[in-house]
């Protein structure tokens, strides 16, 4: 039989980019595939879990089995997270914009001249989850870093009141590549995991959550 370990959770999974507007033909985003996400939402599905996948503009299919609720900014993916709630296990996959632009209610004119564009700062979904008094049982992170990887997976597994960060090596070429190059930070210490296919990645996560619950 297969292994349904998670049956009976709520798993919530973000992934993606944001898209923040700069007027109504115009964005600013981060790099996102939304590839490693939409894979852990799949595999925690597999093994049994209700799950949700807040999703910002990605070109993926649905996993079979995942609720899937498509967003496009910050605000929209918190006003989501919030929504889908309670859950046992969040998983915060997406590359959320930090700041959203004041945006021109019409298109800018290219005549006009190059824009300031005014930013201001975005939700943090994860922290404020973290703070949350719906905060779940299990609360994962995490951190696309390009440099001093663990330190700063470590300080915001901290500052977020996260269990566990992902730290994502980000220097080579995993943006919208198929493998991924991990570490496990977790209370009890640091995890290198073999770079390996999202997938895989993804299926090895799941059954970490398993263990935990
Ligand atoms: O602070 P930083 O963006 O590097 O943190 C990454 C982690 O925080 C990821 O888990 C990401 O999904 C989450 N995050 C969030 N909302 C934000 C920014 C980041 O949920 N506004």
Redesign the pocket.
Known sequence: APDQRLSGKHILV?AGPTHEPIDPVRYVANRSSGKQGFAIADACAQLGARVTLVSGPVALPTPAGVTRVDVET?REMADAVGAALPADVAV???????WRVEAAGQKLKKGAGAPALSLVP??????DLGASPHRPRLLV????ETERVLDHAAA?RAA?RADWIVANDVSGDVMGGEANTVHLVTETGVESWPHAPKAVVARRLAQRIADAL
């Open positions: 973000t910050a915060m996959v997406a590359a959320v914009a930090d975005n939700p943090d979904i994860l922290a992170g995490f951190a696309a915001k977020k």
